[in-house]
């Protein structure tokens, strides 16, 4: 008698992003070799596709366990680029957060010191000032040779000069530089291609 094709090592309920991701570190990852996605959808069909798609690991909080999850993932995520040849077109143009209240001006620069603490990078304070440290600014693609950490801009004609976009009443923004967007749909195209080649099966 053979054996029944439903048998499974792993059986993962749902072919979202999630699921196909388990399935990917399952099979690919760690060499599970008879793992099971199960959905009466067609994968990354519900939610997954529908996402803002964006990341950052800039999240203020005295110990918030978010910036060290993020980093786990960011790191995941860019491993996965470098595989793939980026093919889910991951990259860093950041975050911006601004204000035009006077009175958050200082809130925002508290708030700001504390993910560096947390391990999210360095804090870059830009005042318009001779000994101001350098600023990089984000490229439209890719996702190497940026800066981490954040860069807070407290000198207005200074930030409208790399952000000429701005409303002339913003008076502070901080720039979020391991950050950035990617497209989520192709990603999950791409861990369940790996984890079927390593293996894995769609049941819908």
Same mark, same amino acid.
């Given at each position: 008698?053979?054996?029944?094709? #439903?048998?499974?090592?792993?059986? !993962?309920?749902?072919?979202?992003?999630?699921?196909?991701?388990?399935?990917?570190?399952?099979?690919?990852?760690?060499?599970?070799?008879?793992?099971?996605?199960?959905? @009466?959808?067609?994968?990354?069909?519900?939610?997954? /596709?529908?996402? %803002?798609?964006?990341?950052?690991?800039?999240?203020? =909080?005295?110990?918030? *366990?978010?910036?060290?999850?993020?980093?786990?993932? !960011?790191?995941? #995520? @860019?491993?996965?680029? &470098?595989?793939?040849?980026? !093919?889910?077109?991951?990259?860093?143009?950041?975050?911006?957060? $601004? %204000?035009? *209240?006077?009175?958050?001006? =200082?809130?925002?620069?508290?708030?700001?010191?504390?993910?560096? !603490?947390?391990?999210?990078? @360095?804090?870059?304070?830009?005042?318009?000032?001779?000994?101001? +440290? +350098?600023?990089?600014?984000?490229?439209?693609?890719?996702? &190497?040779?940026?800066?981490?950490?954040?860069?807070?801009?407290? /000198?207005?004609?200074?930030?409208?000069?790399?952000?000429?976009?701005?409303?002339?009443?913003?008076?502070?923004? $901080?720039?979020?530089?391991?950050?950035?967007?990617?497209?989520?749909? &192709?990603?999950?195209?791409?861990?369940?291609?790996?984890?079927?080649?390593?293996?894995?099966? $769609?049941? &819908?």
């Amino acid at each position: 008698m053979s054996a029944n094709p #439903l048998n499974a090592q792993v059986v !993962i309920c749902g072919a979202g992003i999630a699921g196909v991701s388990a399935a990917y570190h399952l099979a690919a990852r760690h060499a599970v070799r008879n793992v099971l996605l199960v959905d @009466e959808r067609p994968p990354l069909s519900l939610t997954s /596709d529908k996402s %803002t798609e964006c990341y950052r690991n800039w999240w203020p =909080g005295p110990g918030s *366990a978010m910036v060290s999850l993020m980093n786990r993932s !960011i790191d995941i #995520l @860019e491993s996965l680029a &470098q595989e793939s040849g980026d !093919i889910f077109h991951l990259n860093r143009r950041g975050y911006l957060y $601004l %204000t035009a *209240a006077p009175g958050r001006v =200082g809130a925002m620069l508290t708030a700001a010191q504390e993910p560096p !603490i947390l391990g999210a990078g @360095e804090l870059r304070v830009h005042r318009g000032l001779p000994d101001d +440290p +350098p600023y990089i600014p984000a490229q439209p693609e890719g996702y &190497q040779g940026m800066p981490g950490g954040a860069d807070l801009f407290l /000198d207005p004609a200074l930030l409208r000069s790399y952000f000429p976009s701005l409303s002339s009443r913003v008076i502070a923004g $901080l720039p979020v530089r391991r950050a950035g967007w990617f497209s989520a749909k &192709q990603l999950g195209a791409y861990l369940l291609e790996q984890a079927r080649r390593h293996g894995a099966r $769609l049941l &819908q």
